[in-house]
């Protein structure tokens, strides 16, 4: 569920919203009834990364790290 509220109401509920917020929702913060911010739950991390899982995959050229020729930067390439 998403909640629109104006600045004025959002100051004076913050507690009501942060719970609607806690149980999974979301609430849109307007000022003239334009958006202009958005509270969103914070989702666990659900998976764990690890480490060496795709190594072998993804390869980076030697001259990765090498300064880029002066006709990159001159926007003539």
């Known amino acids: 569920m ?11 509920q913050l507690p009501k919203l942060l719970s609607l917020v ?11 009834d334009k958006p202009v911010a958005k509270i969103v ?6 998976q764990t990364r690890i480490a060496g899982l795709n190594r072998g995959k ?6 990765f790290d090498d300064p880029l020729p002066d006709k990159f930067w001159m926007g003539t390439v």
């Open 2 to 12: 998403t909640k629109t509220v104006n600045i004025g109401e959002a100051q004076k």
């Open 58 to 63: 993804i390869w980076v050229s030697d001259d």
């Open 22 to 32: 806690t149980a999974g929702n979301e609430v849109i913060i307007a000022e003239d």
């Open 41 to 46: 739950p914070i989702l666990p991390h659900l």
